[in-house]
Structures are given as C-alpha cells and as structure tokens.
C-alpha cells in the first residue's frame, strides 16, 4: 500500500471496534488522524474532538475546532437498532451525508471518503425510490423531517444502511468531478462491542448461524484494511463502489445459492 507516512485522515467512529482499528492502523503507518466520536479512543491520536453524530449542530461544531486539509474522511461511527429509529437514522445516514459534504472544502486533490455501511442494506433496490426521496432534501434537518413523515417499516438500521449504501453509489460521478473518489465497505458481522445488539435486533439465530457457517466472525482488522485500501493510491480508479466484507455469504446470497436471511 502507498505511503500512509504524513498524510491525514478524518476517522468518526474511533473509540471503539472498526473505527480504532482504523486509527491504530494509520497512526503505526505514521499518518495524522483526527478522531470525531462521543468516547475518548483509547490510541492516540493527534487530535480528538468529541462530537454528537445524531445532531447537525454537534457536527459543525466538532469540524469548527478541526483545521486545515485531509487526505480522507473515514466515516466509520454507527450506532445499532437498538437505539431510538431517529437517531439510528440520524447518525447512519444524514451524519454520513452531512459530513461527506461539509468536508468537500477539506480534502486535499485525489482526496476520498470511505464510508461504512453494512450488509444489513442489502435490501436497498427493494426500497430505492423512498431513498432516493429522503436522499433528494438539502439538509440534515430536511432528512430528519423526511424520516419523521415517512416511517419506514422495519428495523431502522437496515433503512439507514440501505440509505448510507445509497448515497455511496449515488455520489460516485459527483465526486469524481471535483477530482474525488466516494466508496463504502459493507461488512458482515464484526466482532465488535455493536454485535450483541445486532443478536437482539436481528436474531441471535442469524447471527450466530453465521458465524457456525463461516467459522467466525470478521475481526475490526478484516474491515479496517479495506476502509485503507479503499482511501490509498491503490484504489484510484475505484469510484461509487460499496465493497462487501462478509467472508463469502453476500455472494452466496446474490447469486441465490442461499437463501436471505431475515434481520
Ligand atoms: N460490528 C458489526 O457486526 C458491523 C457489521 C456491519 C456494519 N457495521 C458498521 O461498522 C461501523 C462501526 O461499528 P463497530 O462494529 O466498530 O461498532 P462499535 O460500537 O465498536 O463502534 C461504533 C463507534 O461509533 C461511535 N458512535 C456511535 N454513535 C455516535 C454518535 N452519536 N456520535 C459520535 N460517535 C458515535 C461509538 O462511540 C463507537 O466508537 C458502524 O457504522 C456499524 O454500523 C458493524
């Protein structure tokens, strides 16, 4: 992988699994990482800003005690189904959309946002034109209103995955335009504090069956490497992508050798 060595990197999410994973990875490489979460990370970081992703106001604020330009935003933060429809929707999708945007100014040439969405989107082509819709407002709060207007059916994770995943491909061309690139990782379960409320959103049986069908769960390292690859030289050409992460079952599952699971 290209040098890591002084460039910087915006990571939300780095307090805990994939996201600290990230940022332990880029500081051993010698990159500059400034940390956007609720928590202190535990690595350390160049500059930590404690930020409310659920609230528009808390994101400008944080970037406002945040200077100069970045190599990547890394938007790893999420938050599971186990938290209130509205913030859940609020942190996984609008704060992934509001941060992409507000960094535009930020990133140095050649620039890239990664984003981590899920597998749990899969399901986005069944729903595409309400997420077109909410993905048509301007701002944060306008999406906030959408959401409020429109209640999705379902687990509210997987609608903002879906929207996440949504705008990642939808934000390919645009970006490239400005001479950026926009990809998403999409993992399956990760060994992660998140995962025991996934067990209870989404089914102990489908979490643990597939952990008994791939031997494990992906470790944060699996994913992190990926979020880089996806932010280095290397990737140049990939653009509006979402790359899946999953072991295998994402494939097993889009070529209908097995069936979808039910989250
Ligand atoms: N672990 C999995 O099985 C899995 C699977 C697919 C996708 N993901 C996605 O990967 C990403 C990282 O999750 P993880 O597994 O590392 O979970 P995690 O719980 O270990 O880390 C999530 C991080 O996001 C931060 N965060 C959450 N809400 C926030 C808010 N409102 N403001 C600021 N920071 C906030 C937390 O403080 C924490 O540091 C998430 O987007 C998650 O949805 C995880």
Request: aromatic share 6%; net charge negative.
């Amino acid at each position: 992988m290209s040098a890591l060595s002084g460039k910087r990197f915006l990571v939300t999410g780095s307090a805990s699994g994939i996201g600290l994973s990230v940022a332990e990875k880029l500081l051993a490489a010698g990159a500059e990482v400034v940390s956007l979460d609720r928590n202190e990370p535990s690595a350390a970081v160049t500059q930590h800003v404690k930020v409310d992703l659920a609230s528009r106001e808390s994101i400008d604020a944080a970037l406002e005690q945040v200077d100069g330009t970045f190599d990547a935003l890394l938007s790893v933060a999420g938050v599971p189904g186990t938290a209130p429809a509205a913030t859940v929707f609020a942190v996984n999708a609008l704060a992934v959309r509001h941060l992409a945007e507000a960094f535009l100014e930020r990133l140095n040439p050649g620039g890239s946002v990664v984003v981590v969405s899920s597998t749990a989107g899969f399901g986005f082509p069944q729903r595409l034109e309400a997420i077109r819709e909410v993905l048509a407002t301007d701002t944060f709060e306008e999406g906030v209103q959408w959401f409020a207007d429109h209640p999705q059916e379902g687990n509210a994770y997987n609608w903002s995955k879906e929207v996440a995943t949504v705008y990642t491909h939808s934000m390919g061309l645009a970006f490239g335009d400005m001479g950026f690139r926009i990809n998403g990782v999409l993992p399956g379960p990760v060994q992660t504090p998140i995962l025991e409320d996934f067990r209870e959103t989404m089914g102990e049986d489908t979490i643990d069956g597939l952990e008994e069908l791939l031997g494990r769960h992906a470790t944060p390292e699996d994913i992190a490497d990926v979020v880089l690859f996806l932010a280095s030289e290397e990737a140049r050409w990939i653009n509006g992508e979402c790359i899946t992460v999953d072991g295998g079952t994402g494939g097993a599952v889009v070529s209908g050798s097995v069936p979808v699971p039910e989250f």
